[in-house]
């Protein structure tokens, strides 16, 4: 039924996205400004470059947007530094997935040296091969680039492949790489347009060993 999996990771394995929407809301809090949270939702998903854009687009040129995401970002780095969770069910997914030989990556907009240092302080990234980060790729999700780079590595094709994703630009994403996407949402907004997308949609992680044990047991 499926050959591999590939993974998003903030907001699905790691429960980060709750720790970048804050430091967004408290760089505003400091700088004075005032920008609807749903902003910074919408942007869940995006690579810096993408998300950039999109801020570009949806905030008063009277907001100093470089001083925004400068002060954001050195919030976001110190509130990282002091660790980030895993979402539940993370870990039991991903160390069945590895003990059924099921071959595993991750492809998440994180650039890829951050990535890795997130996964590493959860002693999780011998797991997957590979980790593709958002500074790897040239088009940032939506666009499919990024799943169908993670599945040309793995030696799969996509269609074999399912994909876990909490938020809308990459559901979109992984529905256009031909993969079988499942949402576990998170803090992006979703509506129904976007969630017809999903081949399946869970309501945590946890569900993962009994799934996958069901889905080969049915192959």
């Known amino acids: ?7 998003d990771m903030d907001g699905l394995l790691l429960d980060s996205e709750r720790i970048s929407n804050e430091s967004w809301l408290m760089a505003c809090a400091s700088l ?10 919408s942007i869940i998903g995006m690579n810096s470059r993408t998300s950039r854009a999109t801020l570009e687009r949806q905030i008063s040129d009277e907001v100093d947007l470089e001083l925004l995401i400068s002060t954001a970002n050195e919030i976001y780095r110190e509130r990282v530094a002091a660790g980030i969770p895993l ?7 991903i160390e069945w997935l590895d003990q ?7 492809a ?11 996964l590493g302080d959860h002693d999780l990234v011998q797991h997957f ?3 593709v980060g958002g500074d790897q790729v040239e088009h940032g999700k939506p666009n499919p680039e990024i799943f169908l780079t993670a599945a040309r590595q793995m030696e799969i094709e996509p269609a074999d492949c399912i994909i876990f994703e909490d938020s809308r630009h990459g559901l979109a994403a992984a529905s256009a790489s031909g993969a079988r996407p499942i949402l576990v949402p998170d803090l ?7 969630e017809s997308q999903a081949w399946e949609i869970w309501d945590s992680l946890e569900n993962g060993p009994l799934k996958f044990e069901e889905w080969l047991l049915r192959a």
């Open 32 to 41: 004075e400004v005032e920008i609807d949270e749903n902003v910074f939702r």
């Open 87 to 93: 979402k539940p069910g993370a870990r039991a997914s």
């Open 1 to 7: 039924m499926f050959k591999a999996v590939i993974w």
């Open 108 to 118: 998440t907009s994180t650039q890829h040296s951050l990535a890795k240092k997130k």
């Open 100 to 106: 059924a030989d099921i071959p595993q990556s991750v």
């Open 129 to 131: 091969h590979p980790i």
């Open 188 to 194: 992006a907004i979703h509506d129904e347009e976007s």
